[in-house]
């Protein structure tokens, strides 16, 4: 089992950043991929970006190209979703989400989810 525990989220002006946090218990993240979501009220549950531990490969929505950064601390055992440039769309609750191997942007392919962070982006 792998638990995950998000921090970082928070209310922001069009422009800012905030940088979101992923830490995992019970497991390292030394053979999973860890894939971050967000969901709006009223939308579907979208892809944002997703990093393979291992290879450290990284993958982005068109979205948030150029904006969002993922990168890893494996001393913390930790992801984090470095974004900047936000904007009052990007608003919605992030999530982080692991699952073995390699990444995948199907939320369903993850088994393991966080509880989520609110990210709210003013304009």
């Known amino acids: 089992q792998v638990q995950l525990v998000e921090s970082g989220g928070g209310l922001v002006q069009a422009g800012g950043s905030l940088r979101l946090s992923c830490a995992a218990r019970g497991r390292t993240f030394s053979t999973y991929a860890v894939g971050w979501f967000r969901q709006a009220p009223g939308k579907e549950r979208e892809f944002v970006a997703a990093?393979?531990?291992?290879?450290?490969?990284?993958d982005y929505a068109d979205s948030v190209k150029g904006r969002f950064t993922i990168s890893k601390d494996n001393a913390k055992n930790t992801v984090y979703l470095q974004m900047n440039s936000l904007k009052p769309e990007d608003t919605a609750i992030y999530y982080c989400?692991?699952?073995?191997?390699?990444?995948?942007?199907?939320?369903?392919?993850?088994?393991?989810w966080g509880q989520g962070t609110q990210v709210t982006v003013s304009s």
């Open positions: 990093f393979t531990w291992s290879a450290s490969t990284t």
């Open positions: 989400a692991a699952r073995p191997l390699a990444a995948y942007t199907d939320n369903y392919r993850y088994p393991y």
